[in-house]
């Protein structure tokens, strides 16, 4: 490979004090020895007692090569908090892919990922070649051979791709096709399963009522189907009430008569609309599931498995990407099971199925 290296200096308002941002490009074939090369280059880049947060962001530009390398730099990169990006017109495919797998930041003292794939760039994996190394007259078992160690790297890959906080499944999908199919990334759902945000992507022209659907339908991973006859619109007052009503359904099934739930019982017979913004904000702060709403909220309802099983509240802002989304079940209000990668909570509007990076070569 060839590793480029590129510190800016940045000044630091009101002192003298500067910090440093560090960018790096690799390019060319992963080859032994490599991530031994990085390690080196990442220790300096690192001075000890740095404040926790993105070290350095590296662009990664490589047909692949050797796979222990690849999974030798994914988990550097996450060690180091080191941001990955494949630009536009870029290719990183095989095992470049998977080191794209370790690509992560520090926040909240949290290991979180921070994976960039922009739109026109490839992101390809696939099946590995296995036994290539060899030749023996015993063709039966050289072929044993050949299945045993595939089956181990398939297996040496999945747990990786868990380790990195990626979707095994995907990984998994790709490496049953053959090693010279390759799987780019294209779709909406693809972006999430590796938990990567495209870089370039407008906000969908699509109507608030239709992002909303595609916000519940991301934020539940489908169980969430959206029915023309079960979608409700709402404004922010009547979103509020609608949720308070909920809240305040929870604390009487509990036979709660004191403090907030009193409260805000009084509250809503008063009809006060002020203090029922006020007592909002308190039970949000006070860590009931309650989401930010916006100009437009849309409540949709589930009935497949009966009334009142599922339902989804989405509430967008009409000149903004801000969103906020809250399930309403028969056991109370809760958070919704996922969640979108954290730089890029505006490909939840977009449709799963949406083919979005559709300049990567077509699957055979």
């Avoid at 590296?58 to 990955?84: C, H, K």
């Avoid at 979108?340 to 449709?351: S, T």
Wanted: glycine content about 10%; overall charge neutral.
């Amino acid at each position: 490979m060839t590793l480029v290296v590129e510190t800016i200096e940045l000044p630091r308002a009101g002192g003298n004090v500067h910090s440093f941002q560090h960018r790096l490009k690799l390019t060319g074939p992963l080859e032994p020895g490599d991530s031994d090369r990085l390690r080196d280059v990442l220790k300096t880049l690192a001075p000890v007692g740095r404040d926790a947060g993105e070290l350095a962001t590296i662009e990664l530009d490589s047909r692949g090569g050797a796979l222990e390398e690849g999974l030798r730099m994914g988990r550097l990169f996450r060690q180091f908090s080191v941001t990955t990006i494949v630009r536009k017109n870029a290719q990183c495919l095989s095992a470049c892919a998977l080191a794209f797998l370790g690509g992560a930041t520090v926040a909240a003292a949290k290991i979180v990922p921070s994976r960039r794939l922009e739109i026109g760039g490839q992101l390809g994996f696939h099946a590995f070649y296995a036994g290539q190394g060899e030749r023996s007259v015993d063709a039966t078992g050289s072929r044993a051979r050949g299945v045993a160690e595939g089956r181990a790297a398939s297996a040496m890959i999945i747990a990786y791709a868990a380790e990195m906080g990626a979707d095994p499944g995907l990984l998994a999908r790709a490496l049953v096709r053959p090693p010279e199919d390759i799987t780019y990334i294209v779709s909406v759902s693809e972006f999430l399963a590796l938990n990567a945000c495209p870089v370039g992507l407008a906000r969908p022209q699509l109507t608030l009522a239709e992002q909303a659907a595609n916000l519940c339908s991301n934020a539940t991973a489908g169980l969430v189907v959206r029915w023309s006859d079960r979608m409700y619109e709402y404004t922010a007052r009547e979103a509020r009430n609608l949720l308070l009503g909920e809240v305040g359904r929870g604390i009487t099934a509990a036979d709660v008569k004191k403090g907030l739930g009193t409260r805000l019982e009084e509250i809503m017979r008063s009809g006060n609309e002020t203090a029922k913004d006020l007592v909002y904000g308190e039970l949000a702060a006070a860590g009931v599931s309650l989401p930010s709403l916006h100009d437009k909220t849309f409540h949709m309802e589930d009935v497949r498995l009966g009334p009142r099983t599922l339902e989804c509240l989405a509430s967008l802002s009409t000149h903004g990407e801000a969103y906020g989304v809250v399930l309403i079940t028969s056991r109370g209000i809760m958070p919704p099971p996922n969640a979108a990668p954290a730089g890029c909570p505006e490909l939840f509007l977009h449709a799963p199925d949406e083919l979005i990076n559709l300049s990567s070569p077509p699957r055979r």
